[in-house]
């Protein structure tokens, strides 16, 4: 009974350590929250429990390990989306990943190990996050735009919102005009007003709209 209630501890602090690195993950609006990194970090130290205990001291106990790895990949490979010419995703398909092995770690005993790498894990997160030049990403805003090809139109709108290629361009022939519908992403936040201005400075443009990126 003394031997099954420390397993439990160590399924229940594989617990916890997942809550806080889903937590940090949900503070930032990511697609997987506190109860997927909690119930990863929490499976996977079960399954550590069962694959050391349940099979006997001649079992292979590294098998269950392996399909842990294994099995998080694929759940891992869910959350990796292709959109808008941008992979989304990928940071919390890692951050899983990782949560995995913290939980294996709590179901193998090595508590030091796994609260050191939760501590470590959450660290970084913030650490990548602080605004400052190594850490910084660049953010883009898409743009979806309609305008009628003229004297150059596309060349002046890639001047415009600073960029040099078009994701996504659809060509009609309207009224013996050719309209362009394209969808570009700029690094420039621009408001309501500036986007209006563009519109009036610009005859050749039908319409703008901004998009929110996901």
């Known amino acids: 009974m003394n031997k099954e209630l420390s397993m439990l501890l160590c399924i229940l602090l594989a617990a916890f350590l997942g809550f806080l690195i889903g ?6 609006l990511k ?21 050391k205990y349940g099979f006997g001291p001649e079992a292979d106990t590294a098998r269950v390990a392996a399909q842990i790895v294994t099995g998080i990949g694929f759940l891992g490979a869910g959350i990796i989306v292709y959109r808008q010419h941008e992979v989304r995703g990928l940071t919390t398909a890692a951050g899983i990943w990782a949560t995995a092995g913290i939980g294996m770690a709590c179901g193998a005993s090595m508590y030091i190990v796994a609260i050191g790498s939760a501590a470590i894990l959450v660290g970084f997160q913030f650490l990548f996050r602080l605004k400052i030049p190594p850490f910084k990403s660049k953010k883009t805003f898409s743009i979806r735009i309609k305008f009628k090809q003229e004297n150059e139109a ?6 415009i919102f600073g960029v040099d290629r078009f994701n996504h361009l659809i060509i009609e022939r309207c009224e013996g005009c050719i309209i362009y519908s394209a969808m570009l992403s700029t690094e420039k936040e621009l408001s309501s007003t500036q986007l209006n201005k563009i519109i009036c400075e610009n005859d050749f ?5 901004r998009c929110e990126n996901d």
């Open 31 to 51: 697609e997987a929250g506190i109860r997927t990194h909690t119930i990863v970090c929490l499976g996977a130290a079960l399954l550590m429990v069962v694959s």
């Open 205 to 209: 443009i039908y319409t703008i709209e």
């Open 154 to 159: 596309n060349k002046r709108i890639k001047e």
């Open 23 to 28: 937590l940090e993950r949900k503070m930032r």
